[in-house]
Nanobody, 125 residues
Framework: QVQLVESGGGLVQAGGSLRLSCAAS????????AGWFRQAPGKEREFVAG????????YYADSVKGRFTISRDNAKNTVYLQLNSLQPEDTAVYYC??????????????????WGQGTQVTVSS
């Protein structure tokens, strides 16, 4: 079992930045691929970014490419999502996910076994 806890969300003005963190506990996180998803009010949860267990491969949704950066520090059992140039349409609850069966980057929710509780990101115009 892996427990994931997100932090770093908040209220920011358009054009601002935030850094989300996802801290893992319960098992060695180093062999787990990870990803970030988000769910806006009235919308389905969508893929944002993913990273392989080694950190050597990353993948982004087109809507965030060039603005968001996913990274990880396996020594700290933590995955990060740097959010730059935030826009009101980025407002959502952001979720961290992980799975030890994956070796590459996964973009589908069904591929992830473990999820955090989410952290709210609100971008004002």
């Amino acid at each position: 079992q892996v427990q994931l806890v997100e932090s770093g969300g908040g209220l920011v003005q358009a054009g601002g930045s935030l850094r989300l963190s996802c801290a893992a506990s319960g098992r060695t996180f180093i062999r787990y691929a990870a990803g970030w998803f988000r769910q806006a009010p009235g919308k389905e949860r969508e893929f944002v970014a993913g990273i392989s267990w080694s950190g050597g491969s990353t993948y982004y949704a087109d809507s965030v490419k060039g603005r968001f950066t996913i990274s990880r520090d396996n020594a700290k059992n933590t995955v990060y999502l740097q959010l730059n140039s935030l826009q009101p349409e980025d407002t959502a609850v952001y979720y961290c996910a992980a799975d030890g069966r994956l070796r590459g980057v996964a973009t589908m929710q069904e591929e992830y076994a473990y999820w955090g509780q989410g952290t709210q990101v609100t971008v004002s115009s």
